[in-house]
Structure formats: structure tokens, C-alpha cells
């Protein structure tokens, strides 16, 4: 990876090591925090690593450091690939772009999204991808700021836990059911 210097003087993008697990799994302790998810907050260090390092990584990840602090974590950006049949490409899917608070408002978040922007064109994805809490329109008008657009005929849907065992063994239970 490039150094974001070019983009955002006194920053530095690189993809993340083994050696980063525990700061960004601090990160992503903090971002669970402030989207009032802790409840569902299960990674740990193990589990990152695996994700991030095994032969077949489910997800990459980026981290920010200031410029000569490479230990210093204080952003990750963590994505990976999904698959378009009516483009017939794969894209790029943002999972977290997380920026300590200490460091935000110097233009990492618009430098982060410009050099996913590129590896999805330079690749030859179809579309660079994400989603955003309804409530949170300080990062919806951030995203509409950046050219993103907000689909709002679109809704997630997931299926985890009991519900996903449930589904899997062809006892499902309907939502409304589920209490």
C-alpha cells in the first residue's frame, strides 16, 4: 500500500499485521461500543487472526498509523470481496472504517474510501459497497459528501444464531415469532 502522506500529510496507510490484532480488535471494541452493539461483539484475537492471515482469508484489513509511529494504530479499515451476478463482478464490500476519535477531521476517512475507491477500479470491480445505521447522519452525509449514494429502497437481511441453526436444519421460526 501506498503511503497516505499523498493524500493526508502525517498519516500512513499499510495492510495489517499479525502484530496489529490486539489494537484493532481495541478499535473494534470502541466502534462496538458507540453503534450500541457490545452485546453481539464476539472477535477476539484468535479469531481475527484467522480471518485476516489463514490461507484463505475471509476478510483484509488496513490499519493507520501517524507517520513514524508504525505501532501506533489509530484507524482500521476492514473489507472484503462480494459478487454481483448482474454485473458479473466482484466488488469490493466495506465492513469497517473505523478512525479513533482523536484523529478524526484530517480527511483519513475520505483517504481511506479514495484508495478502496482505486483498488476496486484498478481491479476491475463493479461497485465498492457498505452499509450505515439510519441513525447516524454524521457518516450519511459524510458518504453523500464523498459521491456515495444511500440506497434507501434496500434493506439488509440476516439471519444469525439460533435463528441461522433453525435454517440451516429446516426448522425455521418466522421473525415475528422470535419475540
Given amino acids: 500500500c501506498k503511503s497516505m502522506s499523498e493524500f493526508t500529510k502525517g498519516y500512513v496507510l499499510r495492510p495489517a499485521t499479525p502484530a496489529d490484532i490486539p489494537a484493532i480488535l481495541g478499535l473494534m471494541r470502541d466502534m462496538a461500543s458507540f453503534e450500541k452493539l457490545e452485546h453481539i461483539f464476539k472477535a477476539s484475537a484468535e479469531s481475527l487472526r484467522n480471518s485476516f492471515f489463514s490461507d484463505e482469508p475471509s476478510a483484509y484489513c488496513l490499519v493507520i498509523t501517524p507517520?513514524?509511529?508504525?505501532?501506533?494504530?489509530i484507524?482500521?479499515?476492514?473489507w472484503f470481496y462480494n459478487y454481483s451476478s448482474f454485473l458479473d463482478r466482484r466488488g469490493i464490500y466495506l465492513e469497517d472504517l473505523y478512525i479513533?476519535?482523536?484523529?478524526r477531521k484530517k480527511g483519513l476517512?475520505?483517504?481511506?474510501?479514495?484508495?478502496?475507491?482505486q483498488m476496486a477500479v484498478t481491479q476491475g470491480c463493479g461497485r465498492l459497497e457498505w452499509v450505515v445505521l439510519d441513525w447516524n447522519q454524521?457518516?450519511?452525509?459524510?458518504?453523500?459528501?464523498q459521491g456515495a449514494q444511500v440506497l434507501q429502497d434496500w434493506r439488509v437481511v440476516r439471519v444469525t444464531g439460533e435463528a441461522l441453526v433453525n435454517m440451516a436444519n429446516g426448522t425455521p421460526v418466522p421473525a415475528e415469532a422470535q419475540g
Avoid: K
Avoid at 138 to 145: G, K, L, T, V
Fill in 138 to 145: 454524521n457518516a450519511i452525509d459524510f458518504y453523500q459528501h
Fill in 109 to 117: 476517512g475520505a483517504a481511506a474510501l479514495r484508495h478502496l475507491a
Fill in 100 to 103: 479513533d476519535p482523536a484523529h
Fill in 75 to 78: 484507524s482500521y479499515i476492514m
Fill in 67 to 73: 507517520e513514524g509511529q508504525p505501532d501506533t494504530i
